[in-house]
């Protein structure tokens, strides 16, 4: 079973920057692409970035571009979101995911716990 745990999350003020990593472990599994979602209660799971696996290509939400930067360490199988010149309306719960690409399906299969962003006025 794969686990992903997020960690780097916290209270920053607005103009202040913060990077969120992912770390994915259990037995050997297959990686397609692994990708960044946020939440604030009351609303839908919003898509914030993703990346593939193999070539490195980026996918970024509008309302993040130039802002945000998504990585990856092949070797550690984990995924990076360094948040530049964060805004109040970054506020949210940051959830990594992974889709292991075997069934294509297209969509993700396992999801992290979240990690809490604040960002204040």
């Known amino acids: 079973q794969v686990q992903l745990v997020e960690s780097g999350g916290g209270l920053v003020q607005a103009g202040g920057s913060l990077r969120l990593s992912c770390a994915a472990s259990?037995?050997?599994?297959?990686?397609?692409?692994m990708g960044w979602f946020r939440q604030v209660p009351g609303k839908e799971r919003d898509f914030v970035a993703t990346?593939?696996?193999?070539?490195?290509?980026?996918y970024y939400a509008d309302s993040v571009k130039g802002r945000f930067t998504i990585s990856r360490d092949n070797a550690k199988v984990t995924v990076y979101l360094q948040m530049n010149s964060l805004k109040p309306e970054d506020t949210a719960v940051y959830y990594c995911?992974?889709?292991?690409?075997?069934?294509?399906?297209?969509?993700?299969?396992?999801w992290g716990q979240g990690t809490q962003v604040t960002v204040s006025s």
């Open positions: 995911a992974l889709d292991h690409g075997l069934d294509g399906d297209g969509e993700y299969d396992y």
């Open positions: 259990g037995r050997p599994f297959s990686i397609k692409r």
């Open positions: 990346i593939s696996w193999s070539s490195g290509r980026t």
